[in-house]
């Protein structure tokens, strides 16, 4: 019984030992074979950038913020029309998503992948205020 239980113990040892390096040959090898794993596109946004955009100092920014108001309604607010701020964030978008493709980080696939939800993150980011009643 006892050695039984030390066979088991050994094949337990080496399962866990030799698990992580097979999978790790696997992400090694579906990267050789061409396929894509999963990219976690963040941005940072340059609030300074949106404030010029906007035409209004980060002061009245924040001022509108704790009123409520979310980058689309301080656009109407100052006059700006909606598709001025979308075309502001997609340049944005496109020129981060660019350096990341220099950079290797995003192949044609994602790429392609993170444009097509794009629309779609840059209203709700515009159009979101936690503020808001």
Known sequence: MKIVVKNLMLISILLMIFAPVGYANNVIQQHANGEEGQVVYHVKYDYNAICKVLGISQEVYDQYWKEGLSIVDM?????????????????FHYQEMQKWREKGAMNEHQYFTLVYDLKDEITDFIERNPNKQ
Not at 75 to 91: C, M, N, P, Q
Request: charged share 35%.
């Open 75 to 91: 656009a109407d607010k100052v006059g700006l029309e909606r598709r001025e701020i979308i075309s502001y964030f997609v340049t």
